[in-house]
């Protein structure tokens, strides 16, 4: 049986995340739906982590174990998209080893989080529309504290109960402009709702609501409880999985 890998782009708007639910439309249902009527077997496709109700993809990655061993790479690239809506593409699929796991050989996450000072009707579906006057300095400097090995209790969703909590993140920094700013965030791993968390409640340091030292409590001393604001699902996406090699032809 061979294994492939599917890069993967969507646009989260009209999803509950990428994770299979028993009522709600899901990227993962809908993959393994168009993979059914391709293949007619029933086949899992395992991603490389979840992404939350609303939530885009530009660089998502998966696995499956191919069912037909006379379907080549590009008869599944194909095949999957003439069956998926069209805000689920998949960009590539390749042949990997038969060992490979797209959740468990992932080295690091890239996210990109999206914000506008200048409200707007056309992409507001991209963006989070963020009103008044903000202190980029502190946003800066709320985002170099990220950087580093840290327990991010804080800042993961109340309903988890993942027992390992601590995340090395490599690169946290805000791109600014004058209307739109754009975080970014690269770690080994990210909590549930961990990167909305973060920028909600970097935000609100940048809006005076709290202080640097209190955001610094909500790292130094981890809290489920702590009263971190989580900014909207829309504004965030996930850019890139790496893995040990490169996976994916470069275009």
Not at 31 to 37: C, F, R, S, W
Request: proline share 4%; aromatic share 10%.
């Amino acid at each position: 049986m061979s294994r492939f890998a599917l890069l993967i782009e969507y646009d989260g708007s009209q999803y509950h995340g990428w994770q299979i639910q028993k009522a709600d439309p899901t990227i993962q249902q809908h993959l393994e739906d168009a993979m059914q009527q391709l293949t007619q077997q029933s086949v899992r496709i395992i991603g490389s982590g979840r992404t939350d109700t609303g939530v885009h993809a530009r660089g998502q990655v998966a696995h499956f174990d191919s069912p037909r061993e006379d379907f080549t790479a590009e008869i599944y690239r194909r095949g999957l998209n003439a069956n998926l809506p069209d805000d689920i593409l998949v960009k590539a699929c390749v042949s990997v080893s038969d060992d490979f796991h797209a959740r468990f050989d992932a080295k690091r996450r890239d996210y990109q989080y999206t914000m506008t000072m200048n409200p707007r009707a056309l992409g507001r579906q991209y963006a989070w529309s963020v009103r008044g006057s903000l202190d980029v300095t502190l946003l800066q400097q709320t985002a170099e504290f990220v950087e580093g090995t840290h327990d991010f209790t804080s800042f993961m969703s109340a309903r988890s109960d993942i027992e390992n909590t601590r995340c090395h993140i490599i690169k946290s920094s805000w791109k600014i402009g004058s209307k739109r700013l754009r975080y970014f965030g690269c770690g080994d791993r990210f909590l549930h709702n961990m990167v909305r968390c973060l920028v909600g409640t970097m935000v609100e340091v940048a809006r005076g609501r709290y202080t640097m030292d209190e955001f610094r409590q909500f790292i130094d001393e981890p809290d489920k409880k702590a009263p971190v604001v989580r900014a909207p699902a829309h504004g965030l996406v996930l850019d890139k999985v790496h893995y040990p090699g490169e996976i994916f032809p470069r275009k």
